[in-house]
């Protein structure tokens, strides 16, 4: 299982700090992903980070901005989120393999 949270309204240029945190599976084994989706529009990956090395991907349209790291003894993925744009705005998912979490509701307003 996996719960999302954080998300808030802020304003164009703001920052906030999602959560993902899960429970009932080993963590530390499973790269985990952030996607987000946008009313009227398909969801897109945003950011994932590794479960070996800690490596990570990032969107082009949110990189240098956005920063994903992992507490595996916290289960809990964090995703920092800084220079928020308005185009940033939607629900942002956690997703392991074929398990999502509940999203989370980011609004940015200009």
């Known amino acids: 299982q996996l719960q999302a949270s954080g998300g808030g309204a802020v304003q164009n240029g703001g920052s906030l700090r999602l959560s993902c945190t899960a429970s009932?599976?080993?963590?530390?084994?499973?790269?985990i992903a952030w996607f987000r989706q946008a009313p009227g529009k398909e969801r897109e990956g945003v950011s994932c980070?590794?479960?070996?090395?800690?490596?990570?991907y990032y969107a082009d349209s949110v990189k240098g901005r956005f920063t994903i790291s992992r507490d595996n003894a916290k289960n809990t993925v964090y995703l920092q989120m800084d220079g928020l744009k308005p185009e940033d705005s939607g629900i942002y998912y956690c997703n392991v393999g074929s398990v999502w979490g509940r999203g989370t509701l980011v609004t940015v307003s200009s």
């Open positions: 980070i590794s479960s070996s090395d800690g490596s990570t």
């Open positions: 009932g599976f080993t963590f530390d084994d499973f790269a």
